[in-house]
């Protein structure tokens, strides 16, 4: 950086594909201590996935039964695309399995990929509704999210499993109706940070709507603020203060 010029963060680049890992374990065992920090842990519920670089038909999840609060970089599984566990101490969550290897399975191009039981998204799947355009933030989701308009229990089935990926289409979430939310991006950061904003967008649509009738953003306002805050940068870009904050109040992640 020369003198005068002034720092902007920028996608990190790997000099090799061990570094890149470690990399997105890191970031994915931060994804787990904010989703605590945030409740969003229900139980044994809920599960972020991040493709490993190096053999990229498996991902990194979390340990089954191990709180979100607790999850380290060091105690993370890596599972197969036939859910077998190939590198870890613990078993997998079988609908983490179910859903996260399909959705990577449907999208090279997804790296990262989030979803939880989180209290507003879970509320707004009950209306069997999507996201309406009622805020700045919530653009970043104008037409670039679905409504999976379908519930069969708890999503063990590869075959069901491929029904939501398929609802999620070439989006960066979709609404499971009466389940909850998923997102994913091209890195950890952005998934996560898709998430924790959907889920807020959730919560604000539904103050909104009990106060009284909503003002929508005009479509072609809505879909310039959609260029400004729902592109893979941003998502990358808005995660990066959260890392920030949960690395230096818990360092213990990266052990």
């Known amino acids: 950086m020369t003198d005068g010029e002034k720092w902007f963060p920028t996608v ?16 994915l ?20 996935t991040a493709r490993d670089p190096i053999e990229p038909d498996t991902f990194w999840v979390n340990p089954f039964v191990v709180p979100f609060a607790h999850v380290r970089q060091s105690n993370l599984i890596r599972v197969n695309h036939a859910g077998e566990v190939v590198e870890g101490d613990f078993h997998v969550n079988t609908a983490a399995f179910a ?33 309406e355009p009622i805020t700045q933030d919530v653009c970043a989701f104008y037409g670039d999210h679905a409504l999976f308009d379908d519930y069969t229990g708890v999503v063990n089935d590869v075959e069901e499993a491929k029904r939501l990926a398929h609802a999620l289409g070439e989006n960066k979430a979709v ?18 940070f898709w998430f924790i904003t959907m889920e807020r967008s959730c919560q604000v649509q539904l103050l909104a709507k009990a106060a ?12 310039k603020t959609y260029e400004q805050v729902g592109s893979e940068f941003v998502g990358w870009l808005s995660f990066q203060p959260l890392w920030a904050k949960i690395t230096r109040e818990q360092p213990d992640l990266l052990d």
């Open 12 to 27: 990190p680049e790997f000099a090799s594909p061990e570094e890149e890992r470690l990399h997105r374990k890191q970031r």
């Open 29 to 48: 065992a931060a994804g787990f201590r904010l989703f605590a920090k945030f409740g969003f842990e229900e139980g044994v519920a809920g599960h972020i």
């Open 99 to 131: 859903i996260h290897s399909q959705v990577h399975a449907a999208r090279p191009d997804v790296v990262g990929a989030a979803h939880s039981h989180s209290t507003h998204g879970r509320a707004l799947s009950t209306l069997g509704e999507e996201l």
């Open 175 to 192: 609404i499971l109706r009466n389940h909850g939310l998923l997102t994913v991006g091209e890195t950890v950061d952005s998934a996560v």
């Open 212 to 223: 009284g009738k909503v003002v929508h953003i005009d479509p072609d306002q809505a879909k």
